[in-house]
Structure formats: structure tokens, C-alpha cells
């Protein structure tokens, strides 16, 4: 059952962000996905402080690059397929190796991949309304995405608050 999350400031976001970190383990799956400029990125920065990546270590969008890795309480890949055209080439960057040893994958874009990366994922929807209203959808998919969205929600109350 997916749950909507209000994001009226960045503060909501980062606190979001937070529960996150806080229920994360080794080789946990999240699959961001929204418009550009939705806050994907901003929200993935959030998510790598939570976890311990150092300020001073940029977090920025990996589209050119395609991956970024942080060291954190738990190792971080980050990605952004969105230039990815098939599974072929998602081979090709180890992603489902390094969360086979124990990375978290933040996959932007990610969602065409979700079964090449191993399934079982936490899902996060950025959507801005006209108005510019931010909100997260989060759903998941396999037992362990769901163990994650109600450690999420049970640590935090239903983050409504948020």
C-alpha cells in the first residue's frame, strides 16, 4: 500500500531522508523517480548525510557519469539511468554486483531496471503539483522494500508530520 508524504519544505525532505537512513541495511534497493527537477538529487544528498557521508564530499547528480560511490555507515552507489537504454548496458556497471556486497543502491531513474538490479525495492516518487507543492509517494515491491517502508513509517509515525 503506498503512502503520500507531504514535502512543503526542504526541511520535510531532509527529515524524510532521515527515516530513511535510519531503516536501510546492507543491499537495500531505492528507486527514485519524478520530473526533472522534482528533487531526486536534493533528497539523494539528504539520504547520504543521514548516513554519514562526510559535508564536505559533493553529492551531486550522477547523469553524465552514471554512478557516484560514497563510503557512509553503509557503502553508497548511486545512480541515474536515465540515459540507459537497455538492460545490456545496465550490465555493464556493476550495480547489482556491488549491492550483492553489502551497497546501498540509490538508482534515479530506475524503475524500467528494478528487475536487472534484483527487485525488491523501496520506491520514491517526487512529484511537484502546479501549485509547486512537493510530495513523496512510497511504495515497495518484496518483502524486504516493504520491511523498509514500515521501519520507515513505525520510527516516524506516519510522517504526515514531515
Do not use: N, Q
Not at 59 to 70: C, Q
Not at 143 to 162: C, D, I, K, Q, Y
Request: net charge negative.
Amino acid at each position: 500500500m503506498a503512502t503520500v508524504v507531504p514535502l512543503p519544505t526542504r526541511r520535510a525532505t531532509i527529515r524524510l531522508a532521515r527515516a530513511l537512513a535510519a531503516a536501510l541495511g546492507p543491499g537495500d534497493l531505492v528507486i527514485l523517480s519524478g520530473d526533472l527537477g522534482a528533487g531526486k538529487t536534493f533528497f539523494t544528498r539528504a539520504l547520504c548525510r543521514a548516513l554519514g557521508v562526510p559535508a564536505e564530499e559533493p553529492i551531486t547528480s550522477p547523469t553524465f557519469t552514471l554512478i557516484h560511490e560514497h563510503a557512509a555507515r553503509l557503502p553508497v552507489a548511486h545512480a541515474d539511468l536515465y540515459r540507459l537504454a537497455d538492460e545490456d548496458e545496465l550490465g555493464h556497471l556493476g550495480l547489482r554486483d556491488r549491492r550483492g556486497e553489502g551497497a546501498v543502491l540509490i538508482v534515479e531513474w530506475g524503475a524500467p531496471f528494478e528487475g536487472a538490479l534484483g527487485g525488491d525495492a523501496l520506491h520514491i516518487a517526487i512529484a511537484v503539483s502546479a501549485a509547486g507543492e512537493r510530495s513523496a509517494r512510497l511504495d515497495a515491491s518484496g518483502p524486504r522494500g516493504r520491511e523498509v517502508l514500515a521501519s520507515m513509517l513505525a520510527g516516524t509515525g506516519s510522517l504526515a508530520g514531515a
